[in-house]
């Protein structure tokens, strides 16, 4: 009989070389394909994260666009403002141009004789007149004038002082008086 002695060690030494070589093959290829799957997934969302910057961008600029548009609708609002205000600022004066021409008609009416206005003020309702008067009862007599008057109540003398450059018995007067304008049908032209 023959005594054959055949050593498998190599052979399985061989096979065990081959099997550990695939399975670093392997694990590298698994690491490769994971590698390449992290990159691809970091490439999807910066891609995703660029689009949506993208995106923000648009809407910011849309967004500086309107801000725009509102300050203009702002400014346009107010000019509007500012034309209507003005708008009825004519209207009112339009309206009372009649009554500001009767007004001063209705003053040159009840000027009694020997008496000057120097100055006349408006504020408001009231009328602040100053002037120079003959004597002291010409002064009355303006200011009974004014209360007869439909569009003059109120007359009251402020101050009286000897004006000697207008004659021996002349005053510098100031009087106040307020404005109450008729109606229509008492105004009775």
């Known amino acids: 009989m023959v005594n054959l002695k055949i050593n498998l060690l190599p052979w399985r030494q061989k ?5 550990q070589r695939e399975f670093l093959n392997a694990l590298a290829a698994v690491g490769l394909v994971a590698v390449l799957l992290l990159v691809g997934a970091w490439r999807v969302y910066e ?4 689009t949506q910057k ?14 725009a548009r ?8 107010k000019k509007r403002k500012e034309l209507l205000d003005r708008m009825r600022v004519i209207q009112e004066l339009q309206g009372n141009r009649p009554v500001s021409v009767r007004l001063f ?23 602040a007149v100053t002037g120079v008067a003959e004597d002291n009862s010409r002064i009355s007599d303006q200011l009974r004038a004014f209360d007869q008057s439909l569009w003059f ?3 009251n003398v ?8 207008a004659g021996p018995e002349a ?13 229509a049908g008492a105004e009775g032209n």
Do not use: Y
């Not at 000027?111 to 003020?121: H, Q």
């Not at 005053?171 to 109606?183: E, I, T």
């Open 15 to 19: 096979r065990r070389d081959r099997l």
């Open 47 to 50: 891609s995703a994260i660029d």
């Open 54 to 67: 993208a995106r923000v961008a648009v809407i910011a600029s849309e967004i500086e666009g309107l801000d």
């Open 70 to 77: 509102i300050a203009e609708i702002r400014v346009l609002l």
């Open 105 to 127: 008609d209705e003053l040159a009416r009840q000027l009694s004789g020997n008496v000057f206005f120097e100055r006349l003020t408006l504020r408001g309702a009231d009328i």
């Open 153 to 155: 109540t109120g007359g």
């Open 158 to 165: 402020t101050s009286i002082n000897a004006f000697p450059q």
């Open 171 to 183: 005053s510098r007067f100031a009087l106040s008086v307020k404005v109450s304008a008729p109606s």
